[in-house]
């Protein structure tokens, strides 16, 4: 016979996220919300906690929660500034290519502009579906019209 798995304070923090995240979605009233938490922080063990939130949908919850939309935006921005600092690169080593090849061997044209081109429109292309794919925190949704 196996004893039940003691609950930490990570685990009644987490219980407690999930609970105000049910709250402020609807799921639950404040006197229930209130009665739950209370009980969170009482708790001994995991069995108690998972007790709390086995009627409200803790997949949607955690889907929705505000600092996982943050860090997907932050990982958005990191790809899109790598992808910025690897075209950066590459434009001072094909403009340096042929200043080298100009000053050498006198041929002026100027060949850059097509991998820069190129690069640039990919990197258009990353950056204007990241900027726009994820909600900003400071941009309000349009309400809905009705006509």
Known sequence: ??????????????????????????????????????????????????ALTTDLPVAELRRNDPRRRAARRAAVRRSVQLHLAGYLAMVVIVLAVWLVVGLTAGSWYFWPIWPILGAGIGLLGHAAPAKYALPSPCRPLRPHRAR
């Not at 196996?2 to 304070?9: F, W």
């Not at 407690?16 to 979605?25: D, I, M, S, V």
């Open 1 to 50: 016979m196996t004893s039940p798995t003691r609950a930490g304070d990570r685990d009644r923090e987490s219980t407690a996220t999930l609970l105000g995240q049910a709250l402020a979605e609807g799921y639950l009233n404040m006197p229930e919300y209130e009665n739950r938490l209370q009980t969170a922080f009482t708790a001994q063990t995991a069995d108690d906690l998972r």
